[in-house]
């Protein structure tokens, strides 16, 4: 679906998936632990669910993104770019069927 995608593309692509749900309490305002735990505690959501261990990966991927976003984009940049393509497709399935 995506050859490569930036860091901020992709928090943007997830955020989507997962808000287009339409959640009770509030919307997932971004992808810091801090913001998913809320979204979490706010929403009731299962916190061993399979969409927040996505989440969580995600979080993961992108913040080695920002921490690299200065250098020059390398191969290992582009496959976990391609990574974090790859589970956003993942969270938008698992958003609608949660």
């Known amino acids: 679906m995506y050859d490569f995608l930036n ?8 955020l989507d998936s997962v808000n287009r749900r339409g959640w009770v309490s509030e919307p997932l305002m971004s992808l810091s632990k801090k913001s998913i735990d809320r979204w979490i505690s706010h929403n009731s959501i299962d916190r061993n669910s399979e969409l927040v261990s996505l989440l969580l990966t995600t979080s993961d991927k992108l913040f080695f993104l920002a921490n690299k976003s200065q250098e020059q984009i390398t191969e290992d940049y582009k496959t976990l770019s391609k990574e974090v393509a790859e589970l956003s497709v993942k969270i938008r399935k698992a958003a609608i069927t949660y």
């Open 7 to 14: 860091r901020v593309d992709a928090q943007r692509i997830v």
